[in-house]
């Protein structure tokens, strides 16, 4: 099974194919997600140190230009696990005053 790393957190075995953000929030990170995984908000997105999410999506793309966010960055809704990937979520619970958001479906 590929593994995730958070620095500061820990590495953590995911099913292969599972949603990063649903990977990342069932092994203890209160990433946000506040449009539950549509594409909308950005919120979910991470910094990618290692690894291979494949490559960056047209809804991921048209995502970052409507919000004018860096490159550099993924959607963990709109990315699946399927390699060892090292990453660093940009919103959380933790770091902001935002609820999550509803969950994304698998
Ligand atoms: S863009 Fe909103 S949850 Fe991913």
């Known amino acids: 099974m590929p593994k995730v790393t958070v620095p500061d957190h820990g590495t953590f075995e995911v099913e292969e194919g599972k949603k990063l953000v649903l990977a990342l929030e069932d092994n203890g990170i209160n990433i946000l997600h506040r449009c539950g995984g549509k594409a909308k908000c950005t919120t979910c997105r991470v910094e990618v140190t290692a690894g ?31 390699d ?11 770091n902001s005053d935002l609820d999550a958001g509803p969950r994304p479906t698998e």
């Open 52 to 82: 291979d999410l494949g490559a960056l999506t047209d809804i991921e793309t048209e995502a970052f230009s409507r919000k004018g966010i860096q490159e550099g960055l993924r959607l963990s809704c709109q990315v699946r696990v399927y």
């Open 84 to 94: 060892d990937v090292t990453v660093q979520p940009v919103m959380t619970e933790g």
